[in-house]
């Protein structure tokens, strides 16, 4: 049997687990897959050891970096992992996005707003600059040597209305900050905006509660994390049949 997991902390908010069991139960997979709270990093060296491959969620998905032993080079480029199999890194958060936002992007040419700089943003940025779409970053602190980053104070009606799509890629609205959101001007937004959460659980976060007030379409994470698990499964499965193929 294939040994699969999860490490983050915390880990109560992950549909991973229950994902990845169906699938294995539906086709006849002989693998199971684990959550692995992992207080400290540090502990990810006895998960390179005892599994076959996992995902990696908030807050290790950078600091997981020096502790592999190879990055696939889009993953290096983006600077953050999701996905690791027999110690190498992978990045599938942003095909997940990318594929995910895409059905609302038919009538939608803008720029986007990025809130939050961490590992989700970084695979964000990645999957925009695949799609050619220009966008500015929201951080808590702004760093006024770089002209696309923003402080939250900084975001007025002018930045509302040249940015219709909204990206949340912070933890607020996530267990156990479900009762927070992003301080953005909400009531500014229309009609014309597209608010994504990259949060899946819980499924309508305050973020798009407060779209939804204005009108704005809204999308949470769900697909996003079904469509990265699918790529996760792509690359443990061609690690397996790759090590079977060695050893005919």
């Not at 908030?58 to 999701?82: C, H, Q, S």
Request: with cysteine; proline share 5%; charged share 20%.
């Amino acid at each position: 049997m294939k040994h699969y997991g999860i490490i983050g902390n915390p880990l109560g908010h992950s549909y991973s687990e229950g994902y990845f069991t169906d699938k294995f139960i539906r086709e006849a997979i002989d693998a199971c897959y684990t959550p692995y709270p992992l207080a400290r990093i540090e502990e990810v060296t006895e998960m390179l050891k005892e599994l076959d491959g996992f995902n990696v969620t908030y807050p290790y998905k950078e600091v997981i970096l020096p502790y592999l032993n190879a990055i696939d080079p889009v993953a290096n480029t983006i600077g953050a992992v999701n996905v690791v199999s027999h110690g190498k890194g992978y990045n599938t958060d942003w095909i997940g996005f990318r594929d995910s936002l895409r059905p609302l992007l038919v009538t939608l040419s803008t720029k986007a707003l990025l809130l939050g700089t961490g590992g989700v943003s970084k695979a964000i940025q990645y999957a925009l600059r695949d799609l050619g779409i220009p966008y500015t970053l929201v951080s808590r602190t702004a760093d006024h040597q770089a002209t696309s980053l923003l402080s939250y104070k900084e975001v007025n009606e002018q930045v509302i209305h040249e940015h219709k799509l909204i990206i949340n890629c912070t933890p607020l609205g996530m267990a156990p900050y479900q009762d927070q959101k992003p301080d953005i001007p909400y009531h500014l937004l229309s009609e014309k905006h597209i608010l994504y959460d990259c949060i899946y659980n819980p499924q309508k976060t305050l973020f798009l509660q407060e779209g939804e007030k204005q009108g704005c379409t809204i999308k949470n994470g769900l697909d996003m994390l079904h469509l990265q698990a699918d790529k996760a499964w792509e690359i443990w499965k061609a690690s397996v049949e790759k090590k079977n193929k060695n050893r005919i």
